[in-house]
């Protein structure tokens, strides 16, 4: 799911490898003006019409990778222990950071920086437990089953891994180009451990100045 699009890619397992059978892509018919509020209202089914169309299609198992604007990123300071201690430390510290819904929000920590100085810095991606049902349920309605919903700094790193260079033990540097902002991660071992979005300078900023020239 994208700001300015919806783009699926359907996997083939062939010569021992995934590649790409088949991909669409859906541009939005109008900018949102409150992304998530808008795919909480239905935005994705008025997207995936055009499938919904089609008498003959089966149901698809999907993973589903949100763009930084419907996911919150925080990072909190820890003390440094063992995985299972320095994530439940780091839960309970992004409750103060989510005084009024943190039980209503799906969560995911991670330690984002070597050990220093007996502490351990945590960053965390969340989303409310309502979006991400109603996104579950227009999917559905597309005959696409969601087993997965993921963040995109988690998703860049993991395709980087299918690579030779995102296997290397140092860190990589990786970019989405969006089409309203960029999202840069620095991943290790398939792990991003750097997150930073930066706003207003997305890939529509070069699409509308081609178009002007042109006269488009």
Not at 18 to 38: A, M, Y
Not at 49 to 78: E, G, I, K, Y
Not at 198 to 205: E, I, L
């Amino acid at each position: 799911i994208g700001t300015g699009a919806i783009k699926m890619a359907r996997m083939v397992w062939q010569d021992e490898r995934w590649t790409v059978g088949n991909r669409l892509i859906l541009p939005l018919r109008t900018k949102p003006d409150n992304f998530s509020q808008d795919v909480h209202d239905g935005l994705l089914s008025q997207q995936l019409q055009p499938l919904q169309n089609r008498p003959l299609a089966q149901n698809h198992d999907c993973a589903c990778v949100l763009p930084m604007s419907l996911t919150d990123l925080r990072s909190v300071d820890v003390p440094d222990g063992n995985e299972g201690d320095v994530e439940q430390m780091a839960l309970e510290s992004l409750k103060d950071l989510y005084p009024d819904d943190f039980d209503d929000r799906i969560t995911r920590p991670w330690r984002q920086s070597e050990p220093g100085n007996g502490m351990a810095h945590v960053a965390s991606l969340s989303l409310p437990d309502i979006l991400a049902a109603r996104i579950v349920e227009q999917l559905s309605g597309a005959r696409l089953n969601c087993g997965a919903i993921d963040g995109l700094p988690f998703a860049l790193a993991r395709a980087a891994e299918m690579s030779p260079i995102g296997r290397a033990s140092h860190p990589i540097a990786l970019l989405d180009w969006g089409h309203t902002s960029v999202t840069f991660v620095v991943s290790r071992e398939g792990h991003p451990e750097f997150v930073r979005t930066f706003r207003d300078c997305g890939g529509h900023r070069s699409v509308d100045a081609i178009a002007q020239g042109l006269g488009l």
